[in-house]
């Protein structure tokens, strides 16, 4: 089944303890961007990527790191995290930049107190 | 930058039709989505549309006026299922993908 999948859904977690949330698609997908989406707010873009080892800032890149070290993957990393930082995350990815739709993970909720 | 916006909330009758609009200022635009997005759930996607005109799918229909920067989605027979968060997105040609606040559709029998 075409999907994308993120780890862990749920976190609870304290202000300064590194985090890693794990993106993986198994559609052979070039593009890939990570979406944070806070209470009465659209999707925010934190960062993209347009293939292996081409990644970019998105919207709102402050206190977040990414890496695309292979086409599948595409981890968001927190390295130390803050309480504004609390927000639902979401992963997509797409066949290319541009004109194709985004595929969304289920979501990762984290809670940062 | 870029700029998206649509209204906050509709309010609309089962059976009847709702047109959501959305209007943005973009550079180096390269398509125009809208996506449905149920509570708790993932955005999921509804239509696309990158040149000028109508693109019908169903149920549902979408307009693009590239000079104009505006967009509409447009909804039919509507069912209580369709109650949900409909949110307008523009990507750019450098790949950076923007989202409005969405537009919450209640249906209300």
């Known amino acids: 089944e075409a999907q994308v999948t993120q780890n862990p859904r749920y976190l609870i977690t304290v202000t300064g303890k590194k985090l890693t949330v794990t993106c993986s698609q198994n559609m052979n997908h070039e593009y890939m961007s990570w979406y944070r989406q806070d209470p009465g707010l659209g999707l925010r873009q934190i960062y993209y990527?347009?293939?292996?080892?081409?990644?970019d800032k998105g919207d709102v890149p402050e206190g977040y790191k990414v890496s695309r070290k292979e086409k599948r993957n595409f981890p968001l990393i927190l390295e130390s995290p803050s309480p504004n930082q609390t927000s639902l995350y979401f992963c997509?990815?797409?066949?290319?930049?541009?004109?194709?739709?985004?595929?969304f993970g289920p979501g990762t909720r984290l809670t940062v107190t | 930058g870029q700029n998206i916006d649509q209204p906050t909330e509709m309010t609309a009758t089962e059976g009847a039709i709702v047109q959501i609009n959305c209007t943005y200022q973009t550079s180096g635009f390269n398509g125009l989505f809208w996506y449905q997005q149920h509570a708790g759930e993932a955005p999921t996607f509804l239509s696309y549309?990158?040149?000028?005109g109508l693109e019908e799918k169903g149920r549902f229909s979408s307009f693009l006026s590239r000079s104009k920067g505006y967009s509409y989605l447009l909804l039919k027979e509507l069912q209580m299922k369709d109650s949900a968060s409909y949110l307008c997105a523009v990507n750019t040609n450098a790949g950076k993908s923007t989202f409005g606040d969405g537009t919450t559709l209640t249906v209300k029998p």
């Open positions: 990527s347009m293939n292996v080892e081409v990644t």
């Open positions: 549309n990158v040149l000028d």
């Open positions: 997509a990815s797409s066949l290319s930049k541009g004109g194709y739709e985004q595929y």
